[in-house]
């Protein structure tokens, strides 16, 4: 629903301003008022906002990339770690089977 509504007032701003009567007119008109409120220290205000928030996500995305890696170096441990237990486990089963035939 929401991307139908969009599609609607795209769809409308586009025929308003584009209108072959008035829409050059119009397209004056809001560019116009666009110059007013924004000038060339709120774009470097925006710009320089953009900026320092790309370099808090960045650094956040490498915080969490090291909290992975260290989490998958623990898993790994562990998995290696279960995997050699099982296999002395299993060493001790088969040296008990193998004694144990031994006695009989």
């Given amino acids: 629903m929401f991307r139908f509504l969009l599609g609607v007032g795209v769809g409308a701003a586009l025929a308003y301003f584009l209108d072959t ?21 709120t774009i470097e205000q925006a710009r320089q906002t953009t ?11 490498s915080q ?9 170096n623990q898993y790994r441990t562990a ?12 060493a001790a089963r088969s040296f008990d089977s193998a004694t144990a035939g031994a006695n009989i």
């Fill in 21 to 41: 009567e008035r829409g050059a007119e119009r397209r004056t008109q809001a560019n116009a008022m666009v110059r007013k409120y924004i000038n060339a220290d």
């Fill in 51 to 61: 900026l320092n928030q790309a370099r808090v996500i960045g650094q956040q995305i």
């Fill in 64 to 72: 969490q990339a090291g909290v992975v890696t260290d989490r998958v």
């Fill in 79 to 90: 998995r290696r770690e279960s995997a050699a237990h099982e296999e002395r486990a299993e």
